[in-house]
């Protein structure tokens, strides 16, 4: 798909149809791998917003009343047509990102299979019955739904990112309101016009774009939001909760990591070399799985390093299927990076490779970072601590096991974690040990899939979990029913 596939205006979608922002605002969308403009963005406010969340109230009560089958019948026709439209949401997502088409192909697979789950889950929509000391009573425990949804995204893997929130709320009988991301408005856009296509019910699903303090804190601090479903930084994350606790509404918070990957003295190097370019480096490091620290044992440090340093130069940056990864979403994020490794270096941090804007002819005019090593940087610095969310890894030496898990555990998150080693002893302790909600022995720092819970502890999160069936759990409450069988007596 090329430039002239997307709309030249990015609406709103309210109520099945689609409309500007109502105060005619809009903002540009550029490609990450050439700067250069590739539409306008409706710019929505609190007005916008109120409309949406109005008519998703309104749809709510009668998507409620289909059963959780019906609902799941309904999911499935969106997973089909969106398996039609596979290459076109395939090409906006790469487009809009500048990651690679077979990439974002691939991501599109990975959103479809999350569908799927959701939709099934219609038909697995579980309660419990349980006994009771009084005779003649009857009890059950069933799910309800909460009433609206507010969601709201990154773009970093934009159609995953929608459907990892709409496909959950939407079986448990939610209406929904998706803030898309900024950075990814075509995505979130066409899959609305895809569920119009399947034929759901005007207002069950409403898509609004803009930036997060206009269009986003609206959504968190309306009455009539039941639920807000949050995946982004935890410094928004934590305004969310402080801003949604006020009101006292239920909150799931997907947030950041800064990922631990343990190299051990018995690791297999080679693949072990291979798993960490892949957790640091692909979809420029734009992953909250992301691995951000590599923590090697001092036996092999020296040789880990220079092989790490030899794969990582080897890898080819730019937005085709045959690189390994491409620009990151905005320049004001690749400033930022930019600006992280500088004030290392100044603490002492020394760059192996990297570090630098990518300035040649195929990348100048896009936001690239070349693949970037760093080692030395203190482990309590900032740089050690903070998110940066880019192709950016940090080394770190250490003696033994013990030294391994400590800095593993000493973060501020606790999202996902790794380790290579050929002792199922080590393994064992580490995923037994470790401070995360994801643990993975000889591969990366990610692999999660649609019916496995992702979340993470600390300030990864506030304790929820999405996929997997533990997601109906955000989106849904518990009724507990209670039946006197024999009115009669007494
Ligand atoms: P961000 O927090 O800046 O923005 C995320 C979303 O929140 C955007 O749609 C933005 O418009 C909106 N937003 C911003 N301010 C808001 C406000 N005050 N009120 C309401 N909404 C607001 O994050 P980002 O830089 O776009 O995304 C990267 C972050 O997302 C990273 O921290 C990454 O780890 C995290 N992430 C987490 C997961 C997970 O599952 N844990 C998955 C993907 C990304």
């Not at 930022?336 to 990518?358: P, Y």
Request: hydrophobic letters at 40%.
């Amino acid at each position: 798909m090329n430039q002239h596939s997307l709309p030249a205006a990015i609406p709103n979608w309210i109520n099945g149809e689609e409309c500007a922002a109502i105060s005619g605002k809009t903002f540009d969308k550029l490609s990450p791998d050439t700067g250069r403009k590739l539409c306008d963005v409706a710019r929505s406010g609190s007005q916008d917003i109120q409309n949406a969340i109005l008519t998703a109230r309104r749809a709510q009560a009668a998507w409620a009343d289909l059963t959780p089958v019906q609902r799941g019948d309904q999911l499935y026709e969106i997973v089909r047509i969106m398996r039609t439209y596979q290459k076109e949401i395939a090409a906006t997502v790469a487009l809009e990102t500048g990651m690679s088409y077979s990439a974002a192909l691939g991501e599109t697979g990975g959103a479809i299979a999350q569908g799927e789950f959701a939709a099934g889950e219609g038909r697995r929509f579980y309660g419990r019955t349980s006994t009771s000391a009084v005779p003649n009573k009857y009890a059950m425990t069933v799910r309800q739904p909460l009433g609206v949804a507010g969601l709201i995204i990154a773009a970093n893997t934009p159609i995953a990112n929608v459907a990892w929130k709409v496909f959950p709320a939407l079986i448990c009988g939610n209406s929904t309101v998706l803030k898309a991301a900024e950075d990814t408005p075509a995505t979130a856009w066409l899959f609305g016009k895809i569920a119009q296509e399947a034929g759901l019910a005007p207002g069950v699903l409403n898509i609004v774009q803009g930036y997060g303090q206009e269009a986003g804190a609206p959504l968190v601090a309306h009455q009539n939001v039941d639920v807000i479903s949050f995946t982004g930084s935890a410094a928004v994350g934590r305004q969310i909760a402080s801003i949604a606790g006020q009101r006292l509404a239920k909150v799931s918070l997907e947030l950041g990591g800064k990922n631990p990957l343990v190299v051990c003295d018995d690791a297999d190097l080679e693949p072990a070399v291979k798993w960490v370019l892949l957790s640091a480096f692909s979809n420029a490091g734009q992953r909250c799985a992301s691995g951000s620290r590599i923590i090697i044992f001092d036996a092999v440090y020296d040789q880990f390093r220079a092989m790490l340093i030899e794969g990582t130069r080897k890898l080819r940056v730019g937005p085709g299927d045959g690189d390994d990864f491409g620009p990151v979403i905005n320049e004001k994020q690749l400033n930022n990076m930019l600006a992280a490794i500088q004030a290392a270096q100044q603490k002492g941090a020394v760059v192996l490779t990297g570090g630098c804007r990518l300035t040649d002819d195929a990348h100048a005019k896009g936001f690239y970072l070349a693949p970037t090593i760093i080692e030395n940087a203190a482990p309590d610095d900032e740089f050690s601590t903070s998110e940066l969310f880019g192709p950016i890894t940090s080394l770190y030496r250490v003696k033994d096991f013990a030294e391994a898990l400590k800095l593993s555990n000493d973060s501020p998150y606790g999202l996902t974690a790794c380790i290579h080693t050929r002792s199922i002893h080590r393994a064992t302790e580490y995923t037994r040990k470790v401070q995360a909600g994801v643990a993975v022995v000889n591969a990366g720092t990610f692999g999660s899939e649609p019916h496995m819970p992702f979340g993470g502890l600390k300030q990864s999160g506030n304790g929820s979990r999405e996929p997997g069936t533990e997601a109906l759990d955000v989106y849904s409450d518990l009724k507990n029913i209670l039946f006197n069988i024999d009115p009669d007596k007494l």
